[in-house]
């Protein structure tokens, strides 16, 4: 349905918009479906041009959806912004249950990667030992463990030796406690971890007896514990428990695996006005062709659904997930409420900027990520994936939480559309796909790969394919991605109560 000429595209044939592929200066003109418009100002790359007038309160169209309204007439050649439109949206809605046919299904395969099968069963695709603390007061102890460790074990026939800095797991109460022991869970039990040391102080309220509850099974031999408080040189004995846990990593060995073992998280950050017709679509493609493999995708950045909501649940499975998806966006919607706050005050400075004008744009654009397969579960924050196929994870847009709730729910790999770029990295390797090529060439050290060849004439099939091969060679250990070059490995934990 896209259709790109040059300097500008269009992305639905039913649009009123177009978006400019290069800046545009007041007076300059150009010529859409037989059309000459001239840019009433200067407009950058990105952004939306008015194909045709549209008058006060007609609906702004994009991706063949409205994405909110104008607030004024507005000419054809206007820039159609924030400060012409205004959102649709308001408050939480009811939803009804009309399923569409599913068009993408799992086919038999025999692809695979090279992955590290753990003693459970669990598939992993990097054999590193993670140093875990059960509150933020001892961040810095667990610093020192993971680099001195990191230094001592290099070359041993590992990954590496990491630390996860948090500020939490003391002074918490209710949610936001379980919140915290849930996703230190959730990282003791990825596979990508080898080993892991979970280190606590003694006197937090996820004090180390209580988060075991919490953990429930776990291998003696992968897993071991410290408490700071009840030993004479926690450095010294934190060393020791770690060269034990770099042994019996290095018990395995990269092993075929079948891609359907694969699990990925799908997010996107900085986002800008390429991220719904490049990026986005890219990771939607790839997706669709890991779940046809028998593999698993999770998508997640909850309030960056608002407006495109029920794109997902007519591809619930059943009526139990439709009602499961419905209940995720209200409660999120509730929370904004809760706490005094404007459901749809989004996006961001930063994707406005971009060129993203209101939250049904942003969210029109985010789902793409998504593709076009059936949504199997849904799933709250800090639980992990239970089935192959398309899942839906509780959480909110902030990049670093959301990475981190996409790792804790089991993503081997998170892949990340951005058209603006950071350079944070999650515990898992984190694929910075750019939506424009220029961003790709400014931030080589960011960017692991270029989806704004979709606008310079590459055929999306082709792209995906190429981009398919590369997870797989990144599963398999052949490649790192940029975050784990140059040591971009951070957490962040949901936090919503009081703290004591």
């Known amino acids: 349905m896209m259709s790109a000429i040059a300097d500008y595209l269009k992305v639905h044939r039913s649009d009123n918009v177009i978006v400019i592929l290069k800046d545009y200066q007041k007076g300059d003109s150009l010529t859409v479906e037989d059309v000459e418009l001239t840019a009433k100002e200067d407009i950058g790359f990105g952004h939306k041009l008015a194909l045709k007038p549209i008058n006060k309160g007609e609906n702004i169209m994009k991706y063949g959806y409205p994405i909110g309204h104008a607030t004024e007439d507005i000419s054809a050649g206007d820039w159609v912004h924030s400060h012409n439109t205004k959102t649709n949206l308001s408050g939480t809605l009811e939803y009804n249950y009309t399923p569409t046919e599913p068009i993408v299904k799992q086919k038999a395969t025999e692809r695979t990667f090279q992955g590290y099968v753990r003693a459970n069963g669990d598939v992993g695709i990097r054999n590193e030992v993670w140093v875990i603390n059960t509150v933020g007061c001892i961040n810095k102890t667990c610093e020192i463990v993971a680099r001195t460790a990191n230094d001592m074990h290099k070359g041993d ?39 892991i040391l979970v280190l606590g102080l003694g006197c937090e309220n996820n004090y180390i007896d209580l988060f075991k509850e919490v953990i429930g099974d776990f291998d003696e031999k992968r897993v071991k514990f410290i408490e700071v408080q009840q030993v004479d040189d926690e450095i010294e004995d934190a060393l020791d428990a770690v060269e034990e846990l770099v042994e019996y990593a290095k018990t395995f060995k990269r092993e075929p695996v079948p891609v359907s073992k694969l699990k990925v998280g799908l997010k996107c950050g900085g986002s800008d006005g390429f991220s719904g017709i490049t990026g986005n679509p890219l990771l939607g493609a790839f997706s669709d062709k890991l779940i046809e493999h028998g593999g698993s995708t999770i998508l997640t950045e909850t309030p960056e659904l608002f407006g495109a909501e029920t794109l997902l649940m007519e591809r619930a499975k059943n009526e139990e ?159 790192k991605a940029n975050n784990e070059k140059y040591g971009f490995k951070e957490i962040s934990i949901f936090k919503d109560g009081v703290i004591l």
């Not at 949610?175 to 959730?186: A, F």
């Not at 706050?341 to 994707?351: A, I, L």
């Open 321 to 479: 997930v439709f009602h499961k998806i419905v209940g995720m966006v209200n409660g999120f919607k509730e929370y904004f409420i809760k706490h005094e706050q404007n459901v749809y005050e989004n996006p961001s400075p930063g994707n406005k900027k971009g060129g993203i004008t209101t939250l049904e744009e942003k969210s029109l654009g985010n789902v793409q990520k998504g593709g076009f397969a059936p949504v199997v579960d849904v799933l709250n924050y800090g639980d992990r994936m239970k089935e192959p196929g398309l899942t839906l994870l509780e959480g909110p847009g902030n990049d670093l939480v959301s990475v981190t709730a996409l790792a804790s729910s089991g993503a081997h790999i998170v892949l990340f559309t951005t058209g603006r770029g950071t350079p944070f990295g999650g515990p898992v390797p984190t694929v910075k796909i750019s939506t424009n090529t220029a961003l790709s060439e400014k931030k080589k050290k960011w960017i692991d790969f270029n989806a704004g060849e979709l606008v310079e004439g590459k055929d999306k099939e082709e792209l995906t394919d190429e981009f398919f091969e590369y997870i797989l060679t990144l599963a398999s250990g052949e490649v």
């Open 157 to 195: 026939n590992i990954d590496g030796v990491y630390h996860y800095p948090h500020l939490f797991g003391c002074s918490q109460l209710g949610d936001d406690l379980l919140n915290t022991q849930k996703i230190l869970s959730d990282l003791i039990h990825h596979p990508n971890a080898g080993a």
